[in-house]
Structures are given as structure tokens and as C-alpha cells.
């Protein structure tokens, strides 16, 4: 190991002491003080040497240090002051960085903010109820004028009436509302009749005992003959009726609760045989069934009650869509029916008339009844011409 002579910074004796490319201390052999051979300091970015002299390599190996003296290999105390080495350390100065600019981005953020508070045009103020029923050039008061003085006699009235003075006049009149327990009880009555003949309905053990219980069934019936032939018949299993709520002049409409969540609703017409069920628009019944037009692609006008929605498929002959309006057109009268597209022209009545619809509806599905009929030597089965809107609504009334 090479031998450095120096001189000792603290008894400044000329001392022999053996250094290596990785020494940092030794303690002098003559007062045993720690002298440091190399150090940096970042503040300089000097680098100090402790009074190198001159480096020799002895023949000999040097002999042992005195007992009393230091050994190397114990850790030496870092000289220094131990916040100048902190502040120096990297990671704390790339924190320090860090942490100003954090600051600097909250503080533009409220700069930005109080700017904007500045900027904004203030509110109006709130007129309260009763400065806005006060007339021009008049002043509110404290306390608000009763409609009616606490020393008028009221006349008697009945349940549901009003009493009120009109304008200009002394008098108190009483009104009384349109319809009362009468019409109620009515009402209530047809809905109760409703109720239990759609409970008849839905049990019956097939359709020629449905069809005793459905409106206009001699025309009806063979169409359930055919109808049943291609589905399921017997009971339909339901769990309840909710919903029940006038139609019109004579119809009653139901929300029937099938077994599994699904719902379908039901309309009942009230007349002189009775309360009879709307088996067509229940059943969502057309002229034919809907998978035999598709497969044989009818191109004669046929009547169905479909749901209609907004759709946009341009293809084959419907691909101009700047002259042509799609709709999404929907059965229930087949479970799993297939959807097909509607067509017309954007400049027919009906267009207009099917625009309107669902633009009272929100742009969702509507029941509308069609005529429906395919091009000559159609490609495919699911793009057919809108050729009539019969109505709107499954109800033929």
C-alpha cells in the first residue's frame, strides 16, 4: 500500500501515512487527530487535499500503529456542518423544486378564480311572490289581504266545491267541479269489470273459450283459430293487474303482470254486452302472420299493428337516404319476431303523420297500425315499403 507524506493540520508535523485511491481519513500517527485526505464540497464545487507532499512506495511493509492510535476501519465522524450537507443532498432540492412549483399552480388557480368572480355579471335580484302581485305605484304591505274577510258568511257548500268572490262583485259564489261521487263510483266500476273479465281471459283453458270474451267475435274468432294454430294456447300465467286507468268514451286500460316481470297492456271495451277484451291489439294481431310475409315477402298492402322507432338503414333499393325516411318496425304477435326497416318518402303525408307521433312520444317507440308491402323481386326480408298509417293506436275503434 503507498506511503503519503503530508503535514498534520493539527500538530503540523511531518507525518508518513498509507493512502489509497479510496482513502478518505487516517489518523496522524503523531497526535492521533483525524486527517482527511480528500473531501468536496458542493458550495465550491472545489475539491480540497489535505497537504499532499509526496507519495512513496517503501520497500519494507510500514510497522503496526501504536496501540493508543485509531484503527482505520472504524467509522470516522463527517466533517462539516450536517444542514449544509442536507441542503445539498439532490433529493432534497428536486423536492424543494417540486414543492414551489406546487405552490406557484395553486396560486395562479386562485389568481384565475378571484378574476373570474370579478368578471361575472352579478344576479338579479329574487322578486319575492308578493312584491311581484304588488300593482305599480303601490306600496306592499306587512301583512297579506285575505280573499275572503273573516266577517263573511260563508254559504254551504259540498265536498270538492270552491268559494271565491269574482272580480268586481260582492258576492261569494261557489263552484263546484265537473263530475262527482257519480262519476267516480262509475268509473271505479268499469275498471272493477274490467279487472275480472281479463282475469277470465288470461285463464281460460283455450281459445274458443277465449273468444266468448272478446269484442267484435264473429270476425274475431277465426282469426284466433288461425292465430293459435301457429302459437301456444291455453291459460297465460300472470302474477297480477295494475295500472287500470280510463281509454276513452267506453274503453278501460289494464297493465297485465306476466309471471317472470314481462308486461303487455290490455284494453277493455265497456258496452251494452258488457265489459269484452280487445283480443287484436293484446295479441298484436295483423291480417297475416308476421313470419309468413317475410318468408313469402307479400308485395300486396297488409295490415299489421307494429311498434314504430326511429332507424336509420339505407341499403339495396331504400339507399338514397335524402329522399326516404326509415323505421325500425316491431311485433308482439310471435315471440322472437324478427325487426325489419319501414320506408316512405320524406315528402308523403304519412312521413308527416309518423313524424308526429313520435315527436309527441319523444322520439321513442309508438303503436301505430300499418300496410305494409315488399318491392317486386326484394332481396331480402326485412326492408318493406310503408304504403298507409291506418292509425294510431292498436285499438280499432
Given at each position: 500500500?503507498?506511503?503519503?507524506?503530508?503535514?498534520?493540520?493539527?500538530?503540523?508535523?511531518?507525518?508518513?501515512?498509507?493512502?489509497?485511491?479510496?482513502?478518505?481519513?487516517?489518523?496522524?500517527?503523531e497526535?492521533?487527530?483525524?486527517?482527511?485526505?480528500?473531501?468536496?464540497?458542493?458550495?465550491?464545487?472545489?475539491?480540497?487535499?489535505?497537504?499532499?507532499m509526496?507519495?512513496?512506495?517503501?520497500?519494507?511493509?510500514?510497522?503496526?500503529?501504536?496501540?493508543?492510535?485509531?484503527?482505520?476501519?472504524?467509522?470516522?465522524?463527517?466533517?462539516?456542518?450536517?444542514?449544509?450537507?442536507?441542503?445539498?443532498?439532490?433529493?432534497?432540492?428536486?423536492?424543494?423544486?417540486?414543492?414551489?412549483?406546487?405552490?406557484?399552480?395553486?396560486?395562479?388557480?386562485?389568481?384565475?378564480?378571484?378574476?373570474?368572480?370579478?368578471?361575472?355579471?352579478?344576479?338579479?335580484?329574487?322578486?319575492?311572490?308578493?312584491?311581484?302581485?304588488?300593482?305599480?305605484?303601490?306600496?306592499?304591505?306587512?301583512?297579506?289581504?285575505?280573499?275572503?274577510?273573516?266577517?263573511?258568511?260563508?254559504?254551504?257548500?259540498?265536498?270538492?266545491?270552491?268559494?271565491?268572490r269574482?272580480?268586481?262583485?260582492?258576492?261569494?259564489?261557489?263552484?263546484?267541479?265537473?263530475?262527482?261521487?257519480?262519476?267516480?263510483?262509475?268509473?271505479?266500476?268499469?275498471?272493477?269489470?274490467?279487472?275480472?273479465?281479463?282475469?277470465?281471459?288470461?285463464?281460460?283453458?283455450?281459445?274458443?273459450?277465449?273468444?266468448?270474451?272478446?269484442?267484435?267475435?264473429?270476425?274475431?274468432?277465426?282469426?284466433?283459430?288461425?292465430?293459435?294454430?301457429?302459437?301456444?294456447?291455453?291459460?297465460?300465467?300472470?302474477?297480477?293487474?295494475?295500472?287500470?286507468?280510463?281509454?276513452?268514451?267506453?274503453?278501460?286500460?289494464?297493465?297485465?303482470?306476466?309471471?317472470?316481470?314481462?308486461?303487455?297492456?290490455?284494453?277493455?271495451?265497456?258496452?251494452?254486452?258488457?265489459?269484452?277484451?280487445?283480443?287484436?291489439?293484446?295479441?298484436?294481431?295483423?291480417?297475416?302472420?308476421?313470419?309468413?310475409?317475410?318468408?313469402?315477402?307479400?308485395?300486396?298492402?297488409?295490415?299489421?299493428?307494429?311498434?314504430?322507432?326511429?332507424?336509420?338503414?339505407?341499403?339495396?333499393?331504400?339507399?338514397?337516404?335524402?329522399?326516404l325516411?326509415?323505421?325500425?318496425?316491431?311485433?308482439?304477435?310471435?315471440?322472437?319476431?324478427?325487426?325489419?326497416?319501414?320506408?316512405?318518402?320524406?315528402?308523403?303525408?304519412?312521413?308527416?303523420?309518423?313524424?308526429?307521433l313520435?315527436?309527441?312520444?319523444?322520439?321513442?317507440?309508438?303503436?301505430?297500425?300499418?300496410?305494409?308491402?315488399?318491392?317486386?323481386?326484394?332481396?331480402v326480408?326485412?326492408?318493406?315499403?310503408?304504403?298507409?298509417?291506418?292509425?294510431s293506436?292498436?285499438?280499432?275503434?
Amino acid at each position: 500500500m503507498p506511503v503519503t507524506t503530508l503535514v498534520c493540520p493539527h500538530c503540523e508535523k511531518t507525518v508518513e501515512i498509507q493512502a489509497s485511491s479510496v482513502t478518505r481519513s487516517r489518523p496522524c500517527p503523531e497526535c492521533g487527530q483525524v486527517v482527511m485526505l480528500q473531501m468536496a464540497e458542493k458550495s465550491t464545487k472545489t475539491k480540497r487535499r489535505a497537504l499532499l507532499m509526496g507519495q512513496n512506495e517503501p520497500p519494507t511493509p510500514v510497522s503496526l500503529p501504536r496501540p493508543e492510535m485509531t484503527p482505520s476501519h472504524e467509522p470516522q465522524p463527517l466533517p462539516g456542518d450536517a444542514f449544509d450537507r442536507m441542503r445539498m443532498d439532490p433529493e432534497i432540492q428536486q423536492f424543494r423544486k417540486r414543492l414551489l412549483i406546487g405552490a406557484g399552480v395553486v396560486g395562479l388557480i386562485v389568481v384565475a378564480l378571484v378574476i373570474l368572480s370579478i368578471l361575472r355579471p352579478p344576479l338579479p335580484p329574487k322578486r319575492s311572490v308578493a312584491a311581484a302581485t304588488v300593482p305599480s305605484g303601490e306600496q306592499p304591505t306587512a301583512t297579506s289581504t285575505p280573499m275572503i274577510a273573516p266577517a263573511d258568511v260563508l254559504p254551504p257548500v259540498t265536498s270538492g266545491s270552491l268559494v271565491f268572490r269574482p272580480p268586481g262583485s260582492s258576492d261569494l259564489k261557489t263552484a263546484t267541479a265537473s263530475g262527482g261521487d257519480g262519476d267516480s263510483n262509475a268509473s271505479l266500476a268499469r275498471r272493477a269489470a274490467g279487472e275480472e273479465v281479463l282475469g277470465r281471459f288470461l285463464r281460460a283453458k283455450d281459445w274458443r273459450e277465449r273468444a266468448l270474451l272478446v269484442r267484435d267475435r264473429l270476425r274475431v274468432a277465426p282469426l284466433m283459430s288461425i292465430y293459435y294454430s301457429k302459437n301456444a294456447d291455453g291459460p297465460m300465467e300472470f302474477d297480477s293487474l295494475v295500472e287500470a286507468d280510463e281509454a276513452g268514451a267506453g274503453f278501460t286500460e289494464h297493465v297485465v303482470v306476466f309471471e317472470g316481470g314481462g308486461r303487455r297492456l290490455a284494453t277493455v271495451e265497456h258496452g251494452p254486452s258488457g265489459a269484452l277484451v280487445d283480443w287484436e291489439s293484446f295479441v298484436g294481431a295483423g291480417d297475416m302472420a308476421w313470419s309468413d310475409f317475410l318468408e313469402a315477402k307479400t308485395v300486396a298492402p297488409t295490415v299489421f299493428r307494429v311498434l314504430v322507432s326511429p332507424a336509420g338503414h339505407f341499403e339495396n333499393q331504400f339507399g338514397n337516404p335524402s329522399e326516404l325516411q326509415c323505421y325500425s318496425l316491431r311485433t308482439i304477435s310471435e315471440p322472437g319476431a324478427k325487426v325489419i326497416y319501414g320506408y316512405a318518402d320524406k315528402r308523403s303525408p304519412l312521413v308527416k303523420e309518423l313524424d308526429f307521433l313520435l315527436e309527441q312520444s319523444g322520439d321513442a317507440t309508438v303503436p301505430v297500425i300499418l300496410r305494409l308491402k315488399f318491392p317486386p323481386d326484394a332481396p331480402v326480408d326485412f326492408q318493406v315499403w310503408i304504403h298507409q298509417v291506418v292509425q294510431s293506436g292498436w285499438v280499432a275503434k
